[in-house]
């Protein structure tokens, strides 16, 4: 996953600029964050803590379902910003605006009862766990996903009752700021969601202020700065550090449906997105019919104007992005990988990489080794379903991945063997409100969405009523 380093700079910055990366052309620009700003906007989050928390569950709710109503409303606008600031898709920047909102719909829906205290029978009167909100929540996100990748955390965490100070990535801060204000509208507690824009030095001032806890997600280098940051302080953390989702088509996989699925599951949001597929293992059998198919889609893909909605694959989010992708396909090829489709960047204004197909791949290629952050996709052929696991779990990253097999229960066998947080069978990984989210390895650390990542931001406490004290009792830690 890339985001901003979060290391601290020589210098500070005192702005931000917005670039189109279609064009490369500046949109606009951005002052940065002091740390007194950082500060003000802590003490504003820490003073709507005391009001905010005491709302019921429902009342937090009511305010969770008029932001998904505005989400819903603001959907081509908000779509329109994604895009233009990152370079997503206009067919996949709107879905990614109704999205948020039914995450709001859900956590609106099924909080309260989340939230609910659970009775434990025990030696007392009366026992249960409480669920209390922990204070205010650090939020530090990347670009790719620059609204869901927020309300993947906010929509949880507020509604437990915490509230949050959210830094956007420095490549989309109109995206982070349209969220302030959609939060502001639905009339919550003044400074519930507080924007605050920069990069890494204003990531280091959040953790730093009177936060209670921090949600990271990006580059595993950044989240071990970030753990560490916070753990000084011990300062709990939710980390989503990326991925390299191994994709396992087995001898019976129904073979078109497992081509389509490449497709999609490795060339969504231009490649870069933490949940691609981006490892491609097959087995001897059919690995000659996958390929055949898989590159006669890939080739078939539109490469143009991220607004247009006939286009398939906008451009890279930035210039250095761009060539360190090119870099590792490259050196993947001096290695012996294979070029079968793509591979050379395109000669046009803007940042625009080609769907890349390779094969002859090795597990000590860059493309198969590092985490690939574009539309490439290495195809390494295996001789049976162990060795597909064996080289799907040599990768240090430990996200999700996807096993394609006609026999749901043999799939499902080497699904269960594969090390990481999330495994789908015959389909890609996608991100679900009803599911945990989240990985093991250098993926990160905890959970988010579903009930798992609403807990995360809570308080667990355990309540024993008695109604008289015990005449004897026997104390071990």
């Given at each position: ?71 819903r ?29 039914w ?94 824009l ?7 001032y959040m ?22 940051q916070a ?21 019976d ?45 890939t ?17 890279i ?18 290695m ?91 389909n ?50």
């Amino acid at each position: 996953m890339s985001t901003d380093l979060f290391l601290p700079p020589k210098k500070a910055r005192r702005w931000i600029e917005t670039v189109n990366p279609a064009n490369g052309k500046v949109i606009k620009r951005f002052r940065v964050a002091t740390r007194t700003d950082v500060e003000k906007s802590v003490e504003r989050a820490r003073k709507a803590f005391e009001k905010w928390r005491q709302f019921t569950p429902a009342k937090r709710a009511g305010f969770l379902q008029r932001a998904a109503e505005l989400f819903r409303s603001k959907k081509d606008k908000l779509g329109r910003t994604i895009t233009i600031e990152m370079g997503k898709t206009i067919k996949e920047a709107v879905p990614e605006v109704t999205k948020c909102a039914w995450a709001m719909e859900y956590f609106a829906e099924n909080g309260p009862r989340f939230l609910h205290p659970e009775a434990v029978n025990t030696d007392a009167t009366d026992g249960y766990i409480a669920f209390e909100p922990l204070g205010v929540v650090a939020s530090i996100m990347p670009w790719n996903f620059p609204l869901w990748q927020c309300i993947r955390f906010a929509a949880p965490a507020l509604m437990a009752g915490n509230t949050a100070v959210f830094k956007p990535s420095s490549v989309t801060p109109q995206s982070g700021l349209a969220l302030e204000q959609i939060f502001d509208q639905t009339g919550v507690v003044p400074g519930t969601f507080n924007v605050v824009l920069g990069s890494s030095e204003v990531a280091s001032y959040m953790i730093e202020a009177n936060t209670t806890a921090v949600s990271f997600t990006g580059s595993v280098p950044a989240g071990r700065d970030v753990a560490e940051q916070a753990g000084r302080q011990l300062k709990k953390v939710v980390l989503e550090l990326g991925g390299s989702d191994p994709f396992i088509v087995l001898d019976d996989a129904d073979i078109e449906a497992a081509s389509t699925g490449a497709v999609a599951g490795r060339f969504i949001n231009n490649g870069q997105s933490c949940i691609c597929s981006k490892r491609f293992f097959v087995e001897k059998k059919v690995a000659d019919e996958f390929l055949d198919r898989f590159i006669a889609k890939t080739k078939s893909l539109k490469v143009g104007d991220p607004l247009s909605p006939e286009t398939d694959i906008g451009p890279i989010v930035r210039e250095n992005a761009l060539r360190a992708l090119d870099q590792q396909v490259k050196r993947s090829a001096r290695m012996g990988a294979k070029l079968e489709v793509g591979g050379e960047r395109l000669k046009r204004k803007g940042f625009f990489y080609p769907p890349t197909i390779l094969t002859e791949v090795e597990p000590d290629m860059p493309v198969m080794k590092e985490e690939t952050f574009g539309p490439v996709a290495p195809v390494m052929v295996v001789k049976d379903d162990e060795e597909a696991v064996k080289y799907s779990n040599t990768s240090d990253f430990g996200l999700g991945g996807s096993v394609w097999g006609r026999d749901v229960r043999r799939a499902e066998k080497v699904a269960r063997q594969i090390a990481t947080g999330m495994v789908t069978v015959n389909n890609i990984v996608v991100s679900d409100p009803r599911m945990p989210f989240g990985g093991i390895k250098q993926s990160g650390i905890g959970r988010e969405l579903s009930r798992y990542g609403m807990l995360e931001f809570t308080n667990i406490k355990s309540i024993r009523l008695f109604e008289t004290s015990p005449l004897a009792y026997v104390h071990v830690e």
